[in-house]
């Protein structure tokens, strides 16, 4: 319990404060970059700050629901299912540098609020666990279907890097009810909207 809850600091400090690595190539690197102008490369890259916020958060969450998991195969999806949101971690950092913007200065109070609802959501047992983790996924699989509807059309990059964390949201999701994800009741799937939608529109700006 101990090496866990050291393993998982270390790991909040290395997601909030410390570059992330890919272990796959970045969606789009092979694309020219766009010519965009001022307006354009602000607007993706607050877009593309968002999305970071985003994978932030899900790192947060999968570390707290893993803490409190009781069974060993969802803690190992919950494993699996961090690994590749580090992918998006660093695909957006990256893309963020190349728009010339930067990331939020949140971050930190968005790694622990997500943490702590992870831990929430772990306490009341693996199969509401698994049912936030699916609901939350395709919350924000509809997100970023709606960031490719106001992305500049010609930004091919952030647009792959946007499908690509779209396909593996919804994968991740279909896992989770593959492994007995509960259906949250709606009154809790239109809080966490409305928790997603003060997170994202902040994040936008800060």
Known sequence: MIDRAILGFDRAL??????????RPLPGGELPEAELDDAQ??????????????????????????????DVAIRAALGQAS???????????QRIDEL????SFLNPLWYGGAFA?????????????????????????????????????????SRAIVCQMERDEA??????VSLGARELPIPLKLVMKLAAKLMTTVAYRL
């Open 117 to 157: 609802i992870g831990v929430a959501a772990g306490v009341l047992g693996d199969r509401w666990n698994l049912g936030f983790l699916a609901e939350t996924e395709r919350q924000v699989e509809a997100h970023l279907r709606g960031h490719l509807d106001v992305l500049p059309a010609s930004d091919g990059k």
């Open 14 to 23: 290395r997601t909030v404060f410390a570059p992330a690595h890919a272990a």
């Open 100 to 103: 010339g913007g930067r990331k």
């Open 41 to 70: 490369k602000r607007h993706a890259a607050a877009l593309m700050r968002v999305n970071h916020c985003g994978e932030v958060c899900a790192q947060a969450l999968y570390q707290g629901q893993a803490a409190t998991s009781r």
């Open 171 to 176: 994968r991740h999701a279909e896992t989770a």
């Open 83 to 93: 690994d590749e949101e580090t992918d998006h971690l660093a695909w957006t950092a």
